[in-house]
Nanobody, 119 residues
Framework: QVQLVESGGGLVQPGGSLRLSCAAS????????INWVRQAPGKGLEWVSD????????NYADSVKGRFTISRDNAKNIVYLQMNSLRPEDTAVYYC????????????WGQGTQVTVSS
């Protein structure tokens, strides 16, 4: 069965960095785009970034552009989200999400990893 397992969250001070990982299994990883979506306390879901199947095309929300970098290793079935210059407003649960068909349809979610940015 499809599994997406996030790791790498934690507590970090403003201006700090974290790298999230998403380990995938149960499907042909190199065929599908993967997204990161976050949910801040008391707020709705916010799309953060995506990476296409070949790893060459990436997109970012304006709120994280220039600070976050998404990448993938299709040999290891892992997607990364490098987060730099973290701000308190980045505090959220971060979810790894598989994109199915049609494009834009999210069919599988990980359990999420908590990121807290606070001094």
């Amino acid at each position: 069965q499809v599994q997406l397992v996030e790791s790498g969250g934690g507590l970090v001070q403003p201006g700090g960095s974290l790298r999230l990982s998403c380990a995938a299994s149960g499907f042909t990883f190199s065929t599908y785009a993967i997204n990161w979506v976050r949910q801040a306390p008391g707020k709705g879901l916010e799309w953060v970034s995506d990476v296409f199947s070949d790893g060459q095309s990436t997109n970012y929300a304006d709120s994280v552009k220039g600070r976050f970098t998404i990448s993938r290793d299709n040999a290891k079935n892992i997607v990364y989200l490098q987060m730099n210059s973290l701000r308190p407003e980045d505090t959220a649960v971060y979810y790894c999400v598989k994109e199915g068909t049609p494009i834009g349809h999210y069919d599988y979610w990980g359990q999420g990893t908590q990121v807290t940015v606070s001094s």
